[in-house]
Every structure is written in structure tokens, then in C-alpha cells.
């Protein structure tokens, strides 16, 4: 296995992003850093850019202004130090896959086409899958678990990589409390171990018990920090311009 990419103060450093679809301006002049060890909260509404935020970290999308760096390079053999777990809607649940081998892909960045999983590689599946409780679920097809199970399984993916960053976009929908707390728990020990953490996450009144740093945005940054200071009533009035937000926290 590769030595370890040098933790640096900034994991990621965005510049200056600025991204269009059909001509629709999507982000805005976003000028973001990311530092090691922390939880990071992305929130704002539908249609802010969140999702696009992470495809252009994952040199998914093609970006118009800016630049974006990955433990300081843009080199895309970077990119394996980032594990990803996707939205519910962006995955194909009726792919003919069983979830040993969904979490044994966390190891492909690291093969060549031609090779195979060793011993190591193995052990390290193994781990993932008895950390998220799913051992018993291995030779399951992923369409017929249910909405936490499948959760558990990315997640699980994404230990398996053992990646330095770990983008997850909206992780907690329809899954259950169980589930959610696990994931929860796991993600803080990440970030005590000097992982980067970003959650895309719309449950406002959790916001101040999941992440210790906030990121709020609305196709342009609106700001960014520790929670305790950035996720304010007026910062989130202007995160949520366009809508009524209720929340049931006091501030």
C-alpha cells in the first residue's frame, strides 16, 4: 500500500469556483478551506449547490472559474484519498450487486484492472463490514435492504478505502435512528483521528450536535466556521432566503 498523504493544514482549498449548467449559474466565486479533523456541516436549500460542490471536488463536473486542491495539487491520483458515499437517487438499487462486494470496491483505487484482492484487502473488508453491523447482510442484493442497511454499506465502502477525506451527500435520509447514531459516532472518531468530514445534511435542529464546523451556502458562500459561531439566525435567514425555515432549537 501507498505511504499516507502528508496531513496538511488544508486537505482542500477551493478558489475562486464558479460553476454554470445551461448557461444557469450554479456556484458562485466559492472560496473555501477545509482543514484536517473536523465534521463539516453543508447546508443550505435545494438547488444551493452542494451536490455540484462535491462532483467538482471529485473532478466530476467541469468547473468555469477557480480552482480546486486536493492536499495542495490537482493531480487526479489524489482522488483515491477521497471517499464518496452518494445520495439515495443517485444510485441504481437494482444493480445486481451484494454488499460484500459493494464494500470491497473501497479497495479498487488502490488495484490495478488486472489485480486482486489480497489478504490485507480482505481483512480490511472484513473490519468495515463488523464496524457498521452488516456482516450478516454480505451475500444480500442491495436493492432489498432497507434505507439504514443500504446507508451502512456505503458507509462501510467508505472505511474500507481508509481515505483521509469523506464527502457524504445527505446520508441520513430515510434511514433509522439507529442507523443515523451509528453513522454519528463513527464519523466523530473519523475526525478525532485527523479525517476531513463534509456532510451534505438539511435537518437544521441537529446541525449543533453533528458538526463541529458549518458551511452554508446558497450558490454562494454565505459563510463558514465553527458552529457555535457561524450558524446563526441571521446567517441562516440569509442562507434560506427563498423559504420559510422552522426550527425548533432556541439560539
Not at 477551493?14 to 465534521?39: C, F, M, P, T, W
Request: with cysteine.
Amino acid at each position: 500500500m501507498e505511504a499516507p498523504v502528508k496531513n496538511l493544514l488544508h486537505p482542500i482549498e477551493i478558489k475562486g469556483l464558479s460553476v454554470a449548467y445551461d448557461h444557469k449559474r450554479v456556484l458562485s466565486n466559492i472560496y473555501l478551506q477545509i482543514e484536517a479533523g473536523h465534521i463539516y456541516g453543508l447546508i443550505g436549500p435545494n438547488g444551493a449547490g452542494k451536490s455540484t460542490l462535491f462532483k467538482c471536488i471529485l473532478q466530476q463536473v467541469h468547473y468555469h472559474t477557480g480552482e480546486i486542491l486536493i492536499y495542495g495539487t490537482k493531480d487526479p491520483k489524489v482522488l483515491k484519498r477521497i471517499a464518496y458515499v452518494p445520495q439515495k437517487d443517485d444510485v441504481d438499487w437494482q444493480f445486481p450487486a451484494i454488499v460484500s462486494d459493494i464494500v470491497s470496491m473501497g479497495r479498487f483505487p488502490y488495484k490495478k484492472w488486472y489485480q486482486r484482492l489480497n489478504k490485507e484487502d480482505h481483512e480490511l473488508v472484513k473490519s468495515a463490514m463488523e464496524r457498521m453491523d452488516i456482516v450478516h447482510l454480505g451475500d444480500r442484493q442491495i436493492g432489498e435492504l432497507s434505507g439504514g442497511q443500504q446507508q451502512r454499506v456505503f458507509l462501510a465502502r467508505a472505511l474500507c478505502q481508509q481515505a483521509d477525506v469523506l464527502l457524504m451527500d445527505e446520508p441520513f435520509v430515510g434511514v433509522d435512528i439507529r442507523t443515523e447514531e451509528r453513522i454519528i459516532k463513527i464519523l466523530k472518531l473519523l475526525g478525532s483521528q485527523g479525517k476531513t468530514i463534509l456532510v451534505v445534511h438539511h435537518d437544521l435542529d441537529s446541525v449543533q450536535n453533528y458538526f463541529d464546523r458549518v458551511i452554508m451556502i446558497n450558490q454562494r458562500l454565505i459563510a463558514c466556521g465553527n458552529t457555535s459561531e457561524v450558524f446563526t439566525k441571521e446567517n441562516i435567514s440569509r442562507t434560506y432566503s427563498s423559504q420559510n425555515v422552522l426550527l425548533q432549537r432556541e439560539f
